[in-house]
């Protein structure tokens, strides 16, 4: 047990399972920063299921964000600004935000919000001043949680010497962080007043993804109530392409496949090993993902909603019209599309009959006046492909089993003009609305700039903050000024457009979802 050093002039202090915390009062609401959730993941703890955090004597404080999951740099936080550099395999570590007893907080029963960062399961962080939950706590009388998890190899790395002799898992690791951590939420959060019988998880792009994972995931299953899934497909990854990825990993570090042998190779040998690992794992998709293993994630999503797995889940699933935009940050110049050929090449890769769906897209955008040159449709491809389709489609099965669906497509465009290939303005791109929910829009200059430079911000922000208080409250994001919100089903496929304008449509863009579905299904 560990001495957690005494500290003078106290801010609310706590206990939980592990000691007491003292957190920081501001702003009308409490924050708890670096609350342990686990165990350093280093050394013998590598690839192993999350162990217990070790508990403490005193009062231990929780005022700053605590380490990072070990990453690469990306271009993509660019968009955002302000990362952090701390990283450590110590890394299992959650923020804790509630409206302070002085501000209306409630000794028990708020609502509680489970934050999932993304980064393509590479890299990212919950300790960003882009997720600060305080604002959305403070406004919905609620408790916000974001959490950190192993990312890359060491966070998904799979290979029957990882086999774990008590659980039986070999690899999943990083998803297993985020299951700890609701575990922990579900043990602890009654201490902060929230309610652990009313969870929701929210999580964009990789968090998306791993949201749609935990509604399949019967351990994952009972602990939250309501999910959110943004920006993101929720398919999982087959275990060939893992068993590939590692092939690829053990040959570039040349070391033996044994468990005590990929333990004890330095850290950064494994983070300059990690791109033939990740590029192997892609394999045309966004990022890599967690895996079927037929432990942990025994289903496939139609099998667990044909085995009621869903069933009860209030189910809200949020995509940005041009997704695509930002994924052009991170790509080589060759492998943009400059002409209609060289996008028919790209999807050829893909699977996909590009002399069907060129014309297609092209036809249905002219249609509505929208652009339709070759950049204006491999971004409406990209986008359908990767988040757009899979995910309201999935939304769709869901309300077929007679559960409770929303979908939304955010519009709000951002006009920069980043100095990567393409040379267009990002749009209505992926990210655009994650300072919009936590209410971060000048929290850095590139938040700002990500928002747009157009009127408005301000006020959309607090329209969509209030849908997301709204839903984990009630299981519906429908407001006042969100009234002509109504429920997705697979019929009329209602869906709510955030934006400068705020309209509810049915099927929007829906020649090119029958489209990319027929395309999909035939890859």
């Known amino acids: 047990m560990s001495n957690a050093s005494e500290v003078q002039d106290l801010g609310p202090v706590i206990g939980i399972e592990s000691g007491r915390i003292e957190g920081l009062s501001l702003d009308g609401v409490d924050a708890f920063k670096n609350i342990p959730f686990g165990a350093d993941t280093g050394g013998a703890n590598r690839f192993r299921p999350p162990q217990p955090?070790?508990?403490?004597?005193?009062?231990?404080?929780?005022?700053?964000?605590?380490?990072?999951?070990?990453?690469?740099?990306?271009?993509?936080?660019?968009?955002?600004?302000?990362?952090?550099?701390?990283?450590?395999?110590?890394?299992?570590?959650?923020?804790?935000?509630?409206?302070?007893?002085?501000?209306?907080?409630?000794?028990?029963?708020?609502?509680?919000?489970?934050?999932i960062h993304g980064g393509g399961f590479l890299y990212g962080s919950?300790?960003?001043?882009?997720?600060?939950?305080?604002?959305?706590?403070?406004?919905?009388?609620?408790?916000?949680?974001?959490?950190?998890?192993?990312?890359?190899?060491?966070?998904?790395?799979?290979?029957?010497?990882?086999?774990d002799p008590d659980t039986g898992y070999d690899g999943n690791w990083g998803f297993l962080d985020q299951i700890?951590?609701?575990?922990?939420?579900?043990?602890?959060?009654?201490?902060?007043?929230?309610?652990?019988?009313?969870?929701?998880?929210?999580?964009?792009?990789?968090?998306?993804?791993?949201?749609?994972?935990?509604?399949?995931?019967?351990?994952?299953?009972?602990?939250?109530?309501?999910?959110?899934?943004?920006?993101?497909?929720?398919?999982?990854?087959?275990?060939?392409?893992?068993?590939?990825?590692?092939?690829?990993?053990?040959?570039?570090?040349?070391?033996?496949?044994?468990?005590?042998?990929?333990?004890?190779?330095?850290?950064?040998?494994?983070?300059?090993?990690?791109?033939?690992?990740?590029?192997?794992?892609?394999?045309?998709?966004?990022?890599?993902?967690?895996?079927?293993?037929?432990?942990?994630?025994?289903?496939?999503?139609?099998?667990?909603?044909?085995?009621?797995?869903?069933?009860?889940?209030?189910?809200?699933?949020?995509?940005?019209?041009?997704?695509?935009?930002?994924?052009?940050?991170?790509?080589?110049?060759?492998?943009?599309?400059?002409?209609?050929?060289?996008?028919?090449?790209?999807?050829?890769?893909?699977?996909?009959?590009?002399?069907?769906?060129?014309?297609?897209?092209?036809?249905?955008?002219?249609?509505?006046?929208?652009?339709a040159d070759t950049w204006a449709l491999w971004i409406a491809m990209h986008t359908d492909r990767l988040i757009r389709v899979p995910s309201i489609n999935f939304l769709a099965d869901h309300a077929k089993h007679g559960n409770n669906a929303w979908a939304c497509m955010v519009t709000r465009e951002c006009d920069w003009v980043p100095p990567v290939p393409g040379d267009k303005a990002l749009g209505a791109c992926h990210v655009v609305d994650l300072p919009f929910m936590f209410g971060s829009l000048h929290a850095t200059p590139e938040l700002q700039r990500l928002v747009g430079s157009t009127p408005g911000a301000d006020a959309l922000a607090e329209i969509i903050q209030d849908a997301y208080i709204a839903f984990c409250h009630t299981g519906s994001p429908v407001t006042d000024k969100l009234s002509a919100w109504q429920p997705y089903d697979g019929e009329k496929r209602s869906t709510m457009l955030l934006g400068d304008d705020l309209l509810a449509l049915d099927d929007p863009m829906g020649v090119e979802r029958q489209l990319m579905t027929a395309a999909l299904a035939d890859a």
């Open 53 to 115: 955090a070790p508990a403490w004597n005193g009062v231990r404080a929780t005022l700053e964000f605590g380490p990072r999951a070990p990453q690469d740099p990306n271009r993509v936080d660019n968009l955002k600004g302000g990362f952090e550099t701390v990283m450590s395999e110590d890394c299992l570590n959650l923020n804790v935000w509630r409206p302070s007893s002085a501000n209306g907080g409630a000794a028990s029963g708020m609502p509680v919000m489970v934050y």
């Open 126 to 163: 919950a300790n960003h001043i882009a997720h600060d939950g305080g604002i959305l706590a403070r406004r919905g009388n609620m408790v916000v949680v974001s959490i950190n998890y192993r990312l890359g190899v060491l966070g998904l790395l799979s290979h029957p010497c990882l086999r």
């Open 180 to 371: 700890a951590a609701l575990q922990w939420v579900n043990r602890n959060i009654a201490a902060f007043g929230g309610d652990a019988d009313n969870v929701t998880i929210v999580g964009l792009s990789a968090g998306g993804g791993s949201v749609g994972a935990h509604c399949i995931c019967p351990t994952s299953r009972p602990l939250f109530r309501r999910a959110v899934v943004q920006s993101s497909s929720p398919l999982p990854t087959p275990r060939a392409d893992h068993d590939a990825a590692t092939a690829t990993l053990l040959a570039e570090l040349d070391v033996a496949a044994e468990l005590t042998a990929l333990q004890a190779v330095d850290r950064d040998a494994i983070q300059a090993a990690q791109a033939g690992w990740t590029a192997k794992l892609q394999n045309g998709r966004t990022a890599p993902r967690p895996m079927v293993d037929g432990e942990l994630l025994p289903y496939w999503p139609d099998e667990a909603m044909a085995a009621g797995l869903m069933d009860g889940l209030d189910l809200w699933v949020s995509h940005t019209r041009d997704e695509a935009t930002v994924f052009a940050m991170n790509m080589a110049p060759d492998t943009i599309p400059r002409n209609d050929a060289q996008l028919r090449a790209i999807l050829a890769k893909a699977g996909l009959d590009g002399d069907c769906l060129i014309p297609a897209y092209r036809n249905a955008r002219q249609a509505r006046g929208e652009a």
